[in-house]
């Protein structure tokens, strides 16, 4: 096992992992800016050093001045959390030349599944399910539109290196393709300095379904049942639910088994997810592999009582997977409920809630600091029930109780998304916010 664990992240997942590691008798390094010097993680960790000025640039997403602190601080492991350097596979590249261990894939496979077009083409060659749509990318108007034609309308462009929906658009005509091909391409441009492009099936409203993954460094893979994250606005995810209400047992078996072999096919190490759409009719495709923990584990860990994180570092460690696919078991319901801040503070007063199935991961303090330079999510309230229904029940009073002063937050919007009628009545897609729902951005 490792001797000392750096944690090359920020906020709720660092301290999430900084408990995972203290279950685990590791000790642990936070790295913090300069605006996060009173933050959680960093006085929660063993040791804690100063890498740079408050901007990500300088700081979280600065690869030499990250590992010359793990070098400094005799640190053989580094766990990067979820985004920041997470699914950089140059960083992953990086650690294993200064001889520690990133916890996660190997930087090869962080890089083949980054490019979304490439994923694409892995995925076909293994046999497995994707959105209909050409093999190779596009990289001028011309080959769009020949794969469009091929693929047949209405079509979705999108970007080899995206994600979160920058550079995608929906064509339904060879016309609209002409008026929107482009000016995707500037945008994954500057948004990921490369124009590489894909064309798939446009598939209207689908569920968005996603299988964890474990993969251990032996060959041993197994998934953990599935996410439903159907519930967002504008690319961000809200809610997210282990298991979705909308799959029957016959369906998760063969998506599982799937998503496996996806696994497989990627060479894929440690916990992974396996991303699908899901339409109308039940038909599933593969659109991407995220090679990072998520910020929606924990319903995974809800239902299937398996920390994730230490699963991680066991991995990296060279455990086996002490579990095989039919000794993972799912039962009752999960669902997570994002809250976000909408401004940056001071955090006046805080009363978590509490209770049986009632989880809180957050890195919020009474009196802490939301700076404005990072993400906004500040806390991630987890519920366990035994049915669906039960879970909404506690979510809703565990909402209830959940006080955050001096920040405003979404937290009023989440409450309105779960007492909807629509929403308690069954699993829905992802065309739901859009339609019932209307408030402010994030
Ligand atoms: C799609 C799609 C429809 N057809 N691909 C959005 C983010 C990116 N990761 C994949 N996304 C989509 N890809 C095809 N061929 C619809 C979406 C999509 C979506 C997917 C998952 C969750 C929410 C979504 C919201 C809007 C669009």
Known sequence: MFHKLLIANRGEIAVRIIRACREMGIPTVA??????????????ADEAICIGPAKSQDSYLNMERILSAAVAMGADAIHPGFGFLSENSRFAE??????IKFVGPDSGVIARMGNKAEARKTMIKAGIPVVPGGMEPVRTLPEAKKAAEETGYPVMIKAALGG???????????K???????NAQREALKGFSDDTMYIERYVENPRHIEFQILADEYGNIIHLGERDCSVQKNHQKLIEEAPSAAIPDTLRREMGETAVRAAGAAGYKNAG??????DKDNRYYFIEMNTRIQVEHPVTEAVTGIDLVKAQIRIAAGERLSLTQDEVEISGHA???RINAKMAGKVTNLLAPGGMGIR???AMYNGCQVPPWYDAMLLKLVVHGEDREEAIRKIQCALGELVIEGVETNLDDQYEIFTHPVYQSGPVDT???EKYFNFGRK
Do not use: N, P, Q, W
């Open 273 to 278: 997810t396996i991303e699908f759409l899901l």
């Open 31 to 44: 790295v913090y800016s300069e605006a996060d010097s009173e933050s959680l993680h960093t006085l929660l």
């Open 176 to 182: 609209e393709l002409e008026a929107e091909f482009l």
């Open 360 to 362: 809180v991961d957050s």
């Open 164 to 174: 979160g929906g920058k550079g995608m658009r929906v064509a339904g005509s060879e």
């Open 431 to 433: 065309g739901f916010m």
């Open 335 to 337: 669902i997570e409920c």
């Open 94 to 99: 990086l650690c294993g030349i200064c001889g």
